[in-house]
């Protein structure tokens, strides 16, 4: 296994590297130390932390260091110019630079490093642009410590209202705004900022692959056809807290059981549904190991290839568990937290770029459906959008074991570079 943020194999036996994976490595290397736990070997780079700004003042430097304007959205997203944005028809990369809880190295950061990387072999190209380039990065993507995904692009493209997000707070009580006050920014200043993205023609977004389609069908870069709907929903359990030693079984309302048979229901419905369902968080009260649990709350995550699909897997899980809750005297609530619907991507700009990766070679580029979320299926219902993946041999994501090869970085820095030479000369 390579460590979090080092590569799975060289580029070449021979040891040779060409300029476009020197400057990618170079900057790879700067970034991989920022928020990496000492002990898990995984990163925990959270929203408006300082990590985060680590991050975002590598950022800062990378666009400044190649004269690119640099900016700073009323959400907190971080935005670097090559020519004028306001000009409009501008053709913006990137993706975002935080991470789940001990996640891996190259769920999100790929697509920044990528992005000044892709730059620098156009400009080595000697490439006249004919529209604005813009590279992005999204603050809060991972939802890690405020629990909703995509805050900053939801800001921005207005699926997330100011007062909506006032309410989001994290697992000390601390607010989203007084988090980005601490960390210098106005958050009396977010919402939706509908001129900016009216000045964007085309985003592409390049990203890991989170899964293994493209190891197994041997190809290094992909095109995503689409974005599964996907939500999250808390189940709230609700029992009478007891002593554990004394409680007869038959007189316990005992939450728990009722929790773990809904565990085991969500993995069936899924595999009926051929979608994916996952009980990642849970939280305990009162939490002692010789107390019964007054109230056990679990997160479930939940996406499947199309909205009828989805809708089957919820029906099912929350008809069990009000099945289990009833047999055990338990209360049940279900709160769904957040939602996006089925995200086909732009497809005239997704045929553009299979045709603009191919012109050269005459190869076709796999198309590939994704379970996971996105700032570019966030923007998609603004912006015309599209993706490109990388191949990760291990097929792991949100997870230290995430990887990729120089080899294949390198391939999509090129394949990006290759695609906003093309969108950005009329």
């Keep these: 296994m390579p460590p979090a943020g080092g590569w799975a194999q060289p ?56 004269g690119l304007t640099y900016e700073v959205d009323r959400n907190g997203n971080q935005w670097a110019w090559l020519g004028d944005p306001a000009a409009g028809d501008a053709v913006v990369t990137g993706s975002h630079l935080d991470s789940v809880p001990d996640g891996g190295a190259f769920d999100g950061p790929l697509g920044v490093v990528s992005a000044f990387a892709a730059l620098d072999e156009l400009r080595s190209r000697q490439i006249q642009f004919d529209r604005p380039l813009g590279i992005v990065n999204f603050g809060d993507e991972e939802g890690a410590r405020f629990g909703l995904a995509c805050v900053g692009s939801r800001l921005a493209a207005g699926q997330l209202t100011v007062e909506q997000a006032h309410l989001l707070t994290d697992g000390d009580g601390i607010t989203l705004p007084k988090a980005m006050a601490a960390a210098g920014y106005d958050p009396d200043a977010i919402g939706a900022d509908p001129e900016r993205l009216a000045r964007i023609g085309a985003f592409v977004e390049l990203h890991v692959e989170q899964g293994r ?81 007054s109230l056990v709350r679990g997160w479930l995550d939940s996406r499947a290839p199309g909205q009828e699909a989805l809708d089957a897997v919820l029906d099912g899980i929350t008809r069990a568990a009000r099945e289990y809750a009833d047999a055990h005297g338990v209360d049940l609530d279900v709160v769904r937290e957040s939602f996006t619907p089925v995200v086909e991507f732009d497809h005239a700009l997704r045929d553009e770029l299979g045709r603009l990766l191919g012109r050269d070679t005459g190869l076709s580029v796999p198309v590939l459906g994704t379970g996971a979320g996105h700032d570019a299926g966030i923007l998609s219902g603004s912006v015309p959008t599209a993706m490109l993946f990388v191949r990760n041999p291990t097929g792991v994501s949100h997870s230290p074991a995430e990887s990729a090869t120089e080899d294949d970085c390198v391939a999509g820095v090129r394949a990006l570079a290759d695609v906003l030479e093309g969108l950005t000369r009329r």
Aim: proline residues 5%; contains cysteine.
């Design 213 to 293: 389609a493209l190891d197994l069908s041997g190809d290094q870069v992909g095109i995503a056809s689409s974005i599964w709907p996907h939500g999250r929903w808390r189940f709230d359990f609700r029992g009478e807290a007891n002593h554990a030693g004394t409680t007869r079984l038959a007189d316990r309302r005992d939450p728990m059981p009722t929790y773990a048979e809904t565990v085991l229901a969500a993995r069936r419905e899924a595999e009926l549904a051929g979608a994916v369902a996952t009980f990642g968080k849970i939280s305990v009260e009162p939490n002692g190991v010789n107390a019964i649990p």
């Design 11 to 66: 580029v070449r036996g021979d040891g040779r590297q060409p300029a476009v994976g020197s400057t990618f490595h170079e900057m790879w290397r700067e970034l991989a130390p920022i928020g990496r736990h000492r002990n898990s070997g995984g990163y925990r780079r959270y929203a408006w932390t300082a990590a985060d700004a680590e991050c975002r003042a590598w950022f800062r430097e990378q666009a400044e260091g190649r």
